[in-house]
């Protein structure tokens, strides 16, 4: 079983939709939690930090429960800029961090 | 801006050679990671080193190598290339803050024949 676990999608949404990824991590002992943004051909970028209390940036909202083990990332009001591949990233602990797979999202007009 | 810079963008080696790729960052970053990136298997850690000189086994480190002679510099090595070693290679760096995401490189993409 991998350690960090994504539904690979593809998620193929209508500009202005509400879409959801959910993530599940394995070590109950992870630190911290972010998702990334990959877009084609280029390299992991931080969207955003991932805290127990939930927190939003814009149109994104990122949750985590640490009971179940799962973060989840919103996106309200989908662009065709918000298409890209989003990864779950869990810190182990000292930066030990470990990805998911990826998420890929396509937003269409 | 926390700036990594990997050397070659592309790259295509032929089966045998010895490969150097080499990541270099200019934040005075601590943490320095070398992953490979393959379609459906996600980003795997090869090696890791958190100070000069320093370096730690990742997840698959066989067929690799690497050396952090100087602080802001993290290099992998591909002893003797194989097929199977092609693939999309990311470095990555840190600070020691904790909590704090990874800043990575814009990735070598490489190919063995």
């Known amino acids: 079983r991998k350690e960090v676990e994504q539904d690979p999608g593809p998620f193929n949404v209508p500009e202005g939709a509400t879409v959801a990824f959910n993530c599940t991590y394995s070590n109950s002992a992870s630190q911290s939690f972010f998702w990334y943004r990959q877009d084609c051909r280029k390299e992991p970028k931080l969207l955003m930090s991932?805290?127990?209390s939930g927190n939003e940036d814009g149109r994104f909202t990122a949750q985590l429960n640490r009971a179940s083990q799962y973060i989840s990332l919103l996106i309200r009001d989908s662009k065709l800029s918000d298409s890209a591949t989003y990864l779950c990233?869990?810190?182990?602990?000292?930066?030990?961090?470990?990805f998911g797979a990826g998420t890929r999202l396509t937003v269409k007009p | 801006d926390v700036k990594v810079t990997q050397s070659s963008r592309y790259l295509v080696k032929r089966t045998g050679e010895k490969v150097f790729l080499e990541c270099v960052q200019d934040m005075d970053h601590e943490n320095m990671f070398w992953y490979r990136q393959d379609p459906g298997l996600g980003l795997r850690l090869i090696y890791f080193?958190?100070?000069?000189?320093?370096?730690e086994k990742g997840d698959i480190p066989e067929g690799y190598s690497v050396s952090r002679e100087k602080k802001e510099r993290f290099s992998l090595i591909l002893e003797s290339a194989s097929t199977n070693q092609t693939s999309m290679y990311l470095c990555a760096s840190s600070t020691n803050t904790g909590g704090v995401g990874y800043t990575f490189g814009s990735g070598t993409r490489l190919t063995v024949v």
């Open positions: 080193s958190y100070d000069v000189k320093m370096k």
């Open positions: 991932v805290y127990s």
């Open positions: 990233v869990v810190n182990r602990n000292n930066n030990d961090m470990r």
